[in-house]
């Protein structure tokens, strides 16, 4: 299984950064693409992805891998923190 996990948010308003992995502990996922309103970025090859210009709120953050199916996790951004619901996992 796939993990979206390790969601964190920057010292700045409105970005929200991270990193996807292979299951709790599995290697970090390089391509993965990680969307929020409408936003994309495409994790390197550590997995790490960051969004900027995100507005506050509530936001649904979806991860897709190939072979994978599409994983949601429920964050609330404000102005320099982050709320995190419990990370899904992409199954095959």
Do not use: C, H, N, W
């Not at 964190?8 to 969307?35: F, K, M």
């Amino acid at each position: 299984a796939v993990s979206a996990t390790d969601v964190v948010v920057t010292g700045e308003a409105g970005t929200l950064s991270g990193q996807v992995r292979e299951g709790a502990g599995g290697v970090y996922l390089a391509g993965a693409v990680v969307r929020v309103d409408g936003r994309q970025a495409v994790t390197d090859r550590e997995g790490r992805f960051r969004l900027t210009g995100l507005s506050p709120g509530r936001k649904t953050v979806t991860v897709d891998f190939v072979g994978y199916r599409p994983a949601e996790l429920s964050v609330e951004l404000g102005a320099a923190a982050v709320m995190i619901a419990p990370p899904p996992s992409l199954r095959t």
